[in-house]
């Protein structure tokens, strides 16, 4: 709905950066209580908290 609607924009920005960081986040605790994971993890990890912080800086930039 936010790429479609203006006004939705903004929280579903805010929302895809908490639920990314989250996931990032919690993937890089793992690591650290697990052990090292497989490729296929680790990029995901990556890709997640690329995503967020390519979200907070989308929404920094908003006018």
Known sequence: MGVFKHQYFKIALIT???FMLG???GRVLSFF??????????????????LGF??????KNLK
Request: net charge negative; hydrophobic share 50%.
């Open 16 to 18: 895809n950066i908490v």
């Open 23 to 25: 996931l990032g986040f």
């Open 33 to 50: 209580m697990d052990g090292n994971p497989t490729f296929g993890y680790q990029f995901g990890t990556f890709a997640e908290i690329f």
């Open 54 to 59: 390519y979200g907070v800086w989308v929404f």
